[in-house]
């Protein structure tokens, strides 16, 4: 069994269900207790689907359809697509894929209401309550604990001496960052200052892999200058990406939070004990100080909470050790929080350094590490406000070097990197996670194109299905992000008899399988900031006139609109009892979740043959308005929150860094793209028109991490994948 395969079922409990100290210990002195309580946020409630599918059968024909006009603009190729598998998707782009069907409802088309269509309106709202919760309660709360924390940190180094004054000094180096990267007049304390404003540099540049001049400046004169060695940093992860490029406000929120998200106070340093007993008695000083400093007039550790919780709750818990475990390791060891005093007794942090050292390991490669380093070893430690494990990043570890090693075709596949050690699997697919959940179609296409041909994938791919497959609903709904991978599940599940003509293709399980990939592209976007990325090992060695509307239909998916519903309602009450939702992103999502749960309705209905009413109609021909109320704000919000890339549809996200080619994975979604289906509508077959993702995977370079805008802004697009042209037809 490779490093790490059993990760999910062992320690994901842990991690999902973190445990939090209940107080702080509000004096200096004697270690105090710490008391532990369980944490929780918004329960999930599913919406039940039970239906058994026996659609009315049909074969498409177009020389039967009641509205023609719809095709007469196709060439041969894609009316032999349209009339073969019953539906086609046609590279014809808009900005938004509200405007595919207010174009249909001007034209006088029967529309399709796609799943597309609601897993996008529902990143939006997803996206846009983590944009306000960030810009309402977060951002002010960060620059409150970070001023808190300074003090601290400043405090200490001017009240102790030896190991522990140093220790002390990074801590204040390490805070004088965050607060200049928040506010860019903070002043930065003299006895930190030149290192403080190397580091700062290095961030603004964003080079890639670089030495620390904080974290590096105690290292010995005899250490290799090798990041092996030396504490190293990929400052081109502080490049704001996602939504935070919308306003100076979230880009210096998100390099704030990236700095506090990846800085690690690590437990074991090579070649350097001190270095690690002085990271982990600046990591002691740190948990202390949250528990001790009052922050907005309470112990700055509720000020710390108000930032993870709700995060935790759009993505998940930190995969490094957290604060709360350091303090349950050090109740174990000192009794309590160790005092700056303490501290300087080197057996006894040694014996913290070895309990603390029995806990979790991260599951996530969040940074450099070679081949000839155990990263469980070498990367374990405290983050001050760890970036968070995610399934899919979880995923893409294991299928990449060196838990997947040596390439042993003869082609050069997309995943495939040369290295020190031979051509190996440096790069994921997108495809890699809907294999592991189960899709064969994704198994095969990975196959086809020589993306598994490596001595281990098959066994690592295997243990992977299997942990994931072992997995109970519980821990699917345990936050959003997860949530939102359950939601999707139902499109790897390939339709069979009872289902409409087009659902049974083989060209469908491709177009669900897409649709699978951009509504994922658009959750890793919106998370770019928390989700911890995975990391390769270094292999060392004209308006027409008014018409009657017809009518129209909807794409007979119930369990994922009934799933989005259960989503959306746990989101809004999870966020609700925080205090994080205004009122009009509360009512969207209730409007949200109504529309959802009358689509399960329908989607039942057209399974069974039974007919639907004016009402439900009426909402299929109006959901072009319906998508663009949903997924427009007030002048007020969309001031404060968006620029002119949220005009488009258009997104990216770099997801995972190869350290071998200096190159990201970026996923992309591009302008919506129309689909044409052939639908039987009250016995008649007709042509209804509605709205899909389009989606890109492809690799750029690490120092150059692309934004949305520069991703709108591109002449030429890449390619699109290849086996997409059984649906996409130019």
Not at 303 to 328: H, K, M, N, S
């Amino acid at each position: 069994m490779k490093r790490g395969i059993l990760y999910v079922t062992l320690t994901i409990a842990t991690l999902l269900s973190a445990c939090k100290p209940a107080g702080p210990t509000p004096t200096p002195g004697p270690p105090q207790p710490v008391d532990v309580r369980p944490g929780g946020f918004a329960a999930y409630a599913p919406v039940t689907v039970d239906v058994a599918p026996d659609a009315p059968a049909y074969t498409p024909d177009l020389d039967q359809v009641s509205n023609p006009d719809v095709i007469s603009g196709l060439n041969d190729a894609q009316r032999a697509a349209l009339e073969a598998n019953g539906f086609l998707v046609v590279p014809w782009g808009r900005e938004q894929v509200y405007q595919i069907y207010q174009d249909a409802t001007e034209r006088g088309d029967p529309v399709l209401v796609t799943t597309d269509s609601l897993l996008h309106a529902y990143h939006i709202l997803y996206d846009y309550a983590l944009r306000m919760a960030e810009m309402e309660h977060l951002i002010a709360d960060l620059e409150r604990l970070t001023a808190a924390m300074l003090a601290a940190a400043e405090a200490d180094y001017a009240s102790t001496a030896g190991p522990t004054q140093e220790a002390a000094w990074q801590n204040l180096a390490y805070f004088a960052v965050a607060a200049r990267l928040l506010d860019p007049h903070a002043d930065i304390p003299a006895p930190v200052r030149d290192a403080v404003e190397a580091e700062l540099a290095l961030i603004a540049d964003h080079p890639g892999l670089d030495f620390s001049p904080i974290f590096n400046t105690y290292r010995s004169d005899t250490s290799p200058r090798d990041c092996k060695y030396r504490y190293c940093e990929d400052y081109s992860q502080y490049v704001p990406r996602g939504h935070y490029t919308r306003n100076e406000d979230f880009e210096r929120y998100f390099r704030a939070m990236m700095w506090y998200g990846r800085i690690s106070f690590h437990l074991a340093v090579p070649l350097e004990p001190e270095a690690a007993r002085r990271e982990t008695r600046s990591a002691l000083l740190i948990v202390r100080a949250l528990y001790d400093t009052p922050a907005d007039g309470q112990p700055a550790i509720e000020v710390w909470e108000r930032i993870y919780e709700p995060t935790a709750f759009f993505v998940g818990t930190a995969d490094d050790l957290t604060p709360y475990e350091y303090a349950q390791a050090a109740q174990a060891v000192y009794g309590g929080l160790p005092d700056a005093a303490t501290l300087a007794d080197e057996a006894q942090l040694d014996a913290f350094i070895a309990a603390a050292r029995e806990l979790r390991p991260p599951a996530i490669v969040g940074g450099f590490v070679t081949d000839q380093q155990d990263p469980e070893e070498v990367t374990v430690g405290l983050r001050l406000m760890g970036q968070r494990f995610i399934p899919d990043s979880y995923i893409f570890q294991q299928l990449v070097y060196d838990q997947v090693t040596l390439y042993r075709g003869s082609g050069e596949p997309f995943t495939m990197v040369l290295s020190q050690v031979g051509p190996i699997r440096g790069f994921p697919r997108g495809l890699d996670v809907p294999a592991v959940l189960g899709s064969a179609r994704a198994l095969e296409i990975l196959t086809l194109e020589g993306d598994t041909e490596y001595d281990d994938y098959a066994g690592q791919l295997a243990g992977l299905q299997a942990e994931f497959a072992a997995l109970p609903q519980e821990q699917w709904t345990r936050n959003l992000y997860w949530n939102w991978l359950h939601a999707l599940r139902p499109l790897l599940e390939e339709k069979g008899a009872g289902y409409p003509y087009f659902m049974q293709t083989p060209a469908w399980i491709d177009k669900d399988l897409h649709t699978w990939l951009g509504s994922w592209t658009e959750l890793r976007h919106d998370t770019i900031l928390y989700a911890k990325q995975s990391y390769t090992i270094f292999a060392e060695t004209a308006m027409a006139p008014p018409v009657q509307q017809p009518l129209g239909y909807v794409e007979p998916q119930p369990e994922v609109y009934a799933r989005l519903a259960a989503l959306t309602a746990q989101m809004h009450a999870g966020l609700g009892s925080r205090g994080l939702l205004n009122d009009e992103m509360a009512a969207k999502l209730e409007q949200m979740e109504q529309l959802l749960l009358a689509l399960t309705t329908i989607s039942e209905k057209e399974l069974t043959g039974e007919g639907l009413s004016e009402a439900e109609y009426g909402m299929i021909r109006q959901i072009g308005q319906t998508l663009e109320d949903l997924t427009t704000f007030s002048e007020q919000v969309e001031d404060e929150i968006t620029s002119e890339a949220d005009e488009r549809m258009a997104l990216v996200a770099d997801v995972h860094t190869d350290s071998n080619t200096g190159q990201v994975l970026e996923e992309g979604v591009g302008d919506a793209f129309p689909i044409l289906v052939v639908v039987l509508v009250e016995g008649e077959q007709v042509v209804a028109v509605g709205g899909v993702f389009s989606y890109y995977e492809f690799k750029w370079p690490l120092e150059n991490r692309l934004t949305d805008e520069q991703w709108q802004e591109m002449a030429e697009r890449p390619e699109r994948p290849a086996w997409t042209a059984s649906f996409i037809v130019e």
